[in-house]
């Protein structure tokens, strides 16, 4: 199950026992915020946004362990070797690759892709118009400026490691002048049905237009839309007055995951919030009686601060393995330099009330 967002049974090796509340740091082969696999039969993988390793530029790589709280190591070469046909852009990145398990048996890997579009051609110009454009300035007619479009891309393995092939066209794309952001999708199987969880914001305004939504799936291939999206939660508010005496929200909506409450049965959504700017990271939690419905903000889980000796900055990626709603892996800021780290967490339910376990 990738992310703990789809359950599936695994022959890893356990995870150590916990100690206390939070374990770690663990390594993974400098991985900053990876998303993680546990594969049946041959143990656990990460996957990381695309990235620069021993001099070469590697697409999405990969690294893996049999356990997950130690001894990770690289796998060579990029599990996405070849970009798919749409996406035109040769300089484009692929992040948040989120891997998980068929129910036919073979892998699927979403990722978060940008590229550019021109706009649509404009209607012929009229003779006057025509001889209107000898007269314009040198240097004012220049090329069409182009959109800058973000899609969500599906790609098939036969094994967790790839490699893997795209498909001809995206999962998702948007379009227009907002240059909505559309990342970080997430797999998710619950109730016997399919979905996908993805962030979708404004660039140019994500504090206030942070959301996140639901789409149902197909079972067999995951790439078939049933339905719209479900809308599962904006920002909850959290204003500051500035010196001018106006009052903004620097909270938004990111790393996310959803699970079911072993002891209200409620759906849980866990999701990362505050201004990356600033180190403000924390990890939340909502709640809502249907999969489907309204979100409700409940709490904080993890912020910044020190717990039993264990010093947390900025917490993020929180997932959850094999559908364990007690074990949630995450990462926090580390050190000088910031490097980002993974720990693990564990968890218990007081009613609707999630806290940590130690």
Not at 38 to 58: L, M, Q
Not at 246 to 254: E, G, M, P, Q, V
Request: proline fraction near 8%; glycine fraction near 8%.
């Amino acid at each position: 199950m990738a992310l703990a967002l789809y359950s599936q049974s695994t022959t890893a090796k356990p995870m150590s026992p916990p100690q206390k509340a939070i374990s770690g740091p663990v390594e993974i082969a400098g991985f900053p915020d990876p998303n993680i696999l546990a594969a049946k039969g041959s143990g656990f993988y990460a996957f990381a946004n695309e990235r620069h390793i021993k001099g070469k530029n590697v697409t999405v790589p990969v690294a893996h362990s049999g356990q997950v709280d130690t001894d990770w190591k690289l796998v060579n070469g990029s599990v996405l070797e070849n970009l798919p046909e749409w996406v035109k852009d040769s300089d484009t990145v692929i992040g948040s690759p989120d891997v998980s398990q068929l129910s036919n048996g073979k892998y699927v890997m979403y990722f978060s892709v940008a590229r550019d579009e021109p706009k649509p051609e404009q209607p012929q110009p009229t003779k006057y118009q025509k001889r209107s454009t000898l007269h314009k300035e040198p240097g004012k007619q220049g090329k069409p400026k182009e959109n800058r479009q973000h899609c969500i891309g599906i790609a098939y393995s036969s094994h967790p490691a790839g490699p893997y092939v795209p498909t001809d066209q995206p999962f998702h794309c948007t379009t227009g002048e907002n240059s909505d952001d559309l990342i970080n999708p997430k797999s998710v199987n619950l109730n016997s049905s399919r979905y996908l969880l993805y962030k979708n914001d404004s660039s140019a305004d994500a504090a206030k237009t942070s959301r996140l939504l639901l789409q149902e799936v197909d079972q067999n291939e995951g790439k078939s839309h049933v339905g719209k999206p479900f809308d599962l939660i904006h920002p909850y508010p959290q204003e500051k007055t500035g010196q001018n005496g106006t009052k903004t929200s620097d909270h938004r909506t990111d790393g996310h995951a959803i699970f079911q409450n072993p002891a209200t049965q409620q759906y849980v959504l866990v999701y990362v919030t505050g201004e990356p700017k600033t180190g403000g990271y924390q990890i939340d939690y909502a709640t809502s009686a249907t999969l489907t419905g309204k979100f409700e903000h409940q709490g904080t889980i993890l912020q910044t601060g020190d717990y039993s000796g264990t010093a947390i900055t900025s917490p993020g990626s929180p997932q959850f393995m094999n559908g364990n709603p007690t074990t949630m892996l995450f990462t926090s800021e580390q050190g000088s330099t910031k490097h980002r780290q993974l720990f693990v967490a564990h968890l218990k339910f007081d009613g609707q009330k999630v806290e940590l376990d130690g």
